[in-house]
């Protein structure tokens, strides 16, 4: 046994104390276990897995939460480390948690709400909402906001430009 690591020593749930401290990178509000993105924390051969799920594919971030969780953990003793990105099932916005989502309002991003599916079989969502004043009254202004899972809208009502976490 690696006198180092012991199994005793970490438990599954202290692990996901400590995952619930690191913030993601591009929504600083939010822990990456508010994203949804750590799929799996397990203890095999005397080695902790961390498994995590990017929230799109080729997404830049990965690297920095891999450094991250890897810095985190480290920190705190754990020395066998691996973390591997699992990418079945894909990542799904409904995987952010509530408390997420009202972070996500909150810091000004309107978060991401299902409608139902479509002709197509694609989720459409309901009309976004301004995360300042609550309207409903918004348009579109690009399909690409600072990141690729953000889309930009303009409120109608108060004028201010706010990103939306896009649905998927």
Request: hydrophobic share 35%; aromatic share 8%; charged share 20%.
């Amino acid at each position: 046994m690696n006198a180092s690591f012991s199994i005793p020593q970490f438990s599954i749930p202290q692990i996901y104390k400590w995952l619930a401290e690191i913030s993601d990178p591009e929504i600083p509000v939010l822990t990456i276990l508010d994203l949804g993105i750590v799929r799996n924390v397990i203890i095999e051969d005397n080695a902790l897995i961390v498994f995590i799920t990017p929230t799109y594919s080729g997404c830049p971030a990965m690297d920095i939460i891999s450094m991250q969780i890897r810095m985190a953990l480290i920190s705190r003793g754990v020395q066998n480390l691996s973390i591997k990105e699992q990418l079945s099932p894909t990542w799904t916005s409904d995987w952010i948690t509530e408390s997420g989502k009202l972070k996500m309002k909150e810091y000004g991003i309107s978060p991401p709400i299902r409608k139902s599916k479509n002709p197509s079989g694609l989720f459409e969502e309901e009309e976004v909402g301004c995360p300042h004043c609550n309207s409903h009254h918004t348009e579109l202004i690009s399909q690409f906001g600072a990141t690729s899972c953000k889309s930009l809208y303009r409120c109608l009502d108060c004028k201010e430009p706010f990103e939306h976490f896009k649905c998927h």
